[in-house]
Every structure is written in C-alpha cells, then in structure tokens.
C-alpha cells in the first residue's frame, strides 16, 4: 500500500510534503500521524533542507480526524486515547517548530485539525475553493491540542468564534483573520506555491532559522511540557465522553446531535 504521507527533497532543498489519504479526503488517522512523524524524522536529518511545501492529494487539503478511527479509539483505555492524542498533538508541534520555512498549499476542504495543520505552517496559500471549520464541538469533542497554533494564526478572539460555532468558511474569511495569507485561483494554486518558495530561496538559511525561532518564543504555540500534557489528557478524555459518543453517533446517522443534559 501507498504510504499515508508521501516526501522527497528536490536538488534546490525544498521538501514537499503530501497526506496521501485522498479516499477519505486526507482525514487523519493513526498511520497518517505516523506518517508525518516519518516525514519529520527525515527531513530533520537533511542537511542542506531549505524548505517544505505541504499539500492534499486529491480534491481536499485535509478534512480533519477520521472519525472512524476516533470511534475505534475512543473504545479503548485512557491510556491509549492519550497516546493517540500526544503523537497528534507532537505532529503538529514538530511541523510548528521545523527550522525552515513551511508553506501550506490548501484546496477544498480544511476541517478540525487541518486547520490546526495550516494553522501551524509559516505561510498558507488558499484556493478560491477552499473551506475551514474548526469543527471538534459540532462532534462532542474539543481541538484542545492545536488551540495554541490556531491562537497564534487567528488570534483569540477569532479562535472564540470559530471554535465555539464550528461554521465554516470560505477562503477569503480565512484571508481576513489570518488564517491564510493569500487566496488564488484554483489552477493557479501551484504556480503560486512555486512563487513563494523563489522568494523563501532568496534569503540566507540561518537568518530564516533564527527568525523563526525568535518569532515562536513569542507565541501561544510554543508551549511548555506541562501545559503540552494538560491539552493532550484534556483532548484524550474528552474522546471517551458522553457527549463524543453521541456526537459521533450524529455524524454515522446523518442527524443532529441530541446532547445529554
């Protein structure tokens, strides 16, 4: 079988990253997770890297958790939910602090954590056709692990919105927030990608590395081991309520939710 996550590094330094799911529109699962860790393992060890370019095969970006997979999780021990959620939530952290420039590629749909995944990438580039939801509650579950990524991209007062609503939106409201940085037609979305990664090319490494650096001691994102630990038990317990086996419930049956009192 394909790998879930698919790399290389071309003559000039830049990686580009692709979620492989496209069947499923990229949702994550455990070997998706895996398979960025995979893909963070290699590029760490590559020593002339400048770059990494991170796209959706297929007709979206990413759609969020597959929530087959997070029913089959929720059933099994605390201990597993928290496993499950730390190699999610140390993806999206490593992806945050990579030493290089990250450019996110987005086309169709961006839900729950995709968002999370932009949200971590330095520059994200959006299609016309393009659509977010931070969408965990509408499923009885919380995005407790990409909230600071989200707080540094959008802010706390969008995060509040969105978050809490779970609505989506388009990609020039991404725009407007700061969630992405530029939103182009869809068949120009590549050419667009190439123009950014030029102008990345254009300043020196270390300068970059260190800008980034800098830049990410003054985020939300940059958060501490237990601050980190309090997010992933909170997102592993809230997998195993009641509330997400009714939410999960909702989205299997094509209902509303009926939330417990």
């Given at each position: 079988?394909?790998?879930?996550?698919?790399?290389?590094?071309?003559?000039?330094?830049?990686?580009?990253?692709?979620?492989?799911?496209?069947?499923?529109?990229?949702?994550?699962?455990?070997?998706?997770?895996?398979?960025?860790?995979?893909?963070?393992?290699?590029?760490?060890?590559?020593?002339?890297?400048?770059?990494?370019?991170?796209?959706?095969?297929?007709?979206?970006?990413?759609?969020?958790?597959?929530?087959?997979w997070?029913?089959?999780?929720?059933?099994?021990?605390?201990?597993?939910?928290?496993?499950?959620?730390?190699?999610?939530?140390?993806?999206?952290?490593?992806?945050?602090?990579?030493p290089?420039?990250t450019l996110?590629?987005?086309?169709?749909?961006?839900?729950?954590?995709?968002?999370?995944?932009?949200?971590?990438?330095?520059?994200?580039?959006?299609?016309?056709?393009?659509?977010?939801?931070?969408?965990?509650?509408?499923?009885?579950?919380?995005?407790?692990?990409?909230?600071?990524?989200?707080?540094?991209?959008?802010?706390?007062?969008?995060?509040?919105?969105?978050?809490?609503?779970?609505?989506?939106?388009?990609?020039?409201?991404?725009?407007?927030?700061?969630?992405?940085?530029?939103?182009?037609?869809?068949?120009?979305?590549?050419?667009?990608?190439a123009?950014?990664?030029?102008?990345?090319?254009?300043?020196?490494?270390?300068?970059?590395?260190?800008t980034?650096?800098?830049?990410?001691?003054?985020?939300?994102?940059?958060?501490?081991?237990?601050?980190?630990?309090?997010?992933?038990?909170?997102?592993?317990?809230?997998?195993?309520?009641?509330?997400?086996?009714?939410?999960?419930?909702?989205?299997?049956?094509?209902?509303?939710?009926?939330?417990?009192?």
């Amino acid at each position: 079988m394909e790998s879930a996550v698919l790399r290389n590094v071309d003559e000039r330094g830049i990686a580009t990253v692709t979620l492989n799911r496209p069947e499923v529109n990229n949702a994550y699962d455990g070997a998706l997770i895996a398979g960025l860790h995979e893909a963070m393992d290699e590029l760490g060890a590559h020593p002339g890297l400048r770059g990494v370019v991170l796209r959706g095969a297929g007709r979206h970006f990413q759609a969020g958790a597959d929530l087959k997979w997070i029913t089959q999780i929720a059933a099994q021990t605390a201990q597993e939910n928290e496993r499950a959620s730390r190699a999610t939530a140390l993806a999206v952290h490593r992806l945050n602090t990579l030493p290089v420039p990250t450019l996110a590629l987005v086309q169709g749909a961006c839900f729950g954590g995709g968002t999370g995944i932009v949200a971590a990438c330095d520059i994200v580039i959006a299609a016309e056709d393009a659509v977010f939801s931070i969408s965990e509650t509408r499923w009885g579950l919380t995005a407790a692990i990409i909230l600071p990524q989200l707080a540094d991209a959008i802010g706390a007062r969008q995060v509040r919105r969105y978050a809490l609503s779970g609505e989506r939106f388009g990609a020039q409201e991404a725009r407007r927030i700061g969630l992405a940085h530029e939103v182009v037609p869809a068949a120009e979305l590549e050419a667009a990608g190439a123009r950014m990664v030029g102008e990345l090319l254009k300043n020196a490494p270390e300068a970059n590395a260190q800008t980034k650096a800098a830049a990410l001691e003054l985020a939300w994102g940059a958060v501490d081991e237990a601050t980190l630990e309090r997010l992933v038990a909170q997102h592993a317990a809230k997998r195993r309520s009641r509330e997400a086996t009714e939410g999960l419930a909702s989205f299997v049956e094509k209902r509303a939710a009926r939330w417990p009192a």
